[in-house]
């Protein structure tokens, strides 16, 4: 008696497990009526339950597809918002003017406001430090968020040292007038740097000699380190580099920008931004070159790599950077300060004069030995 209620019982059993799969699709099905329930009987073909499961595929995708559609808009929207809101930096005045600076400094006082012509058409703004004829130039860029009046004081003191020429050129996107309002994160400032070599070239004294002779020198910190290696590649003109805080590329500088502008989620946002720029800069010049390729293709230049602490990550990539230079151009770097050129504003007044004093001694050894 007691096996044959188990041998029935097991049939029973295995019977419900053959049909369980069935039993379940049927819920999903719409066409099946809910009254005609599956009845227990032979195992289905496996034709049948692949295309059961075909259609239970079906159903779930139709119920998901809307949402991966949303968040995918979601995404995008999202990434061009960001890359609209950190190509536009927000401008909270200058940290000083040279007619405020000329106080102080005779030199500062002979700083003059000067216009030039971007590669587009732009109209851009500079502060113009004349030196003897002649002699070398030096183009000064200042960090993505910041303005000219970041590099004054470091121009007027390189001006006074050497008597070479000084130009302080607003970035895109920069200062209380922008020519453009919209910063490009190193691609477009390249060619605005070429424009300021060509306008240094150009320039004439009162009795219409060269002011500009031999080469031109370029300091660069963060963004203004990248773009002026940019614009190094394609200029032979520019024949020493002071880059401080080199980012890997326009991605990594982009990434920086949106973490210091929204903290929260910041590896999200930042590789938002990242892929935004697809969209968001289609047509413009953005520049996906990193500055590891630039460096290579630089030959009998002088290079000084500065970095420190206080700016971890560009600490980094400029120490990578190192590496990637030609035997051909010479080089040095110091990329343990403290601090770098990021946070020189919170420097006591002798770690800031050292650090300008490096600069200067780097560009009178360089450019000075070109004469």
């Not at 968040?71 to 190509?87: E, G, H, P």
Request: hydrophobic residues 40%; neutral net charge.
């Amino acid at each position: 008696m007691y096996s044959q209620k188990s041998s029935s019982f097991f049939s029973t059993y295995v019977n419900i497990l053959e049909v369980f799969p069935e039993a379940f699709s049927f819920g999903l099905d719409k066409s099946c009526p809910a009254r005609n329930f599956p009845r227990v009987g032979p195992q289905r073909s496996p034709e049948s339950t692949m295309a059961k499961s075909k259609r239970l595929l079906k159903s779930i995708l139709k119920l998901l597809a809307p949402i991966l559609i949303f968040l995918i808009l979601a995404a995008a929207i999202a990434a061009l918002w960001l890359d609209y809101k950190v190509a536009r930096p927000q401008h909270l005045g200058y940290l000083v003017t040279p007619a405020k600076y000329g106080m102080l400094s005779s030199r500062g006082s002979q700083v003059t406001d000067e216009t030039f012509q971007g590669k587009d058409g732009v109209s851009l703004r500079a502060w113009l430090l004349r030196g003897e004829p002649n002699q070398p130039a030096v183009i000064l860029l200042h960090r993505f968020g910041a303005d000219r009046s970041y590099v004054l004081n470091l121009g007027v003191k390189l001006n006074e040292a050497t008597n070479f020429t000084v130009f302080m050129p607003e970035q895109r996107g920069h200062g209380p007038e922008p020519g453009e309002t919209v910063c490009s994160f190193g691609g477009c400032e390249a060619e605005d740097v070429l424009s300021a070599v060509r306008f240094l070239k150009n320039l004439k004294t009162p009795e219409q000699f060269t002011l500009v002779g031999g080469g031109i020198g370029i300091y660069g910190l963060e963004m203004g380190a990248l773009e002026a290696l940019f614009a190094a590649e394609a200029e032979p003109e520019i024949k020493a580099l002071a880059l401080d805080s080199v980012p890997a590329d326009s991605n990594a500088l982009i990434a920086a920008a949106v973490e210091r502008r929204f903290p929260f989620a910041s590896v999200v946002t930042g590789r938002l931004a990242q892929l935004g720029t697809y969209a968001y800069f289609y047509d413009a010049c953005f520049n996906r070159t990193s500055a590891c390729e630039s460096a290579r293709n630089l030959q009998g230049r002088s290079v000084l790599l500065l970095a420190g602490s206080d700016a971890a990550k560009f600490q980094e990539s400029t120490s990578r950077l190192s590496k990637c230079f030609q035997p051909s151009t010479r080089m040095d770097s110091k990329t343990d300060l403290s601090p770098s050129g990021m946070g020189i504003l919170s420097a006591s007044i002798e770690t800031s004069e050292a650090y300008d004093q490096r600069i200067i001694d780097f560009f009178r050894s360089e450019l000075g030995a070109l004469r």
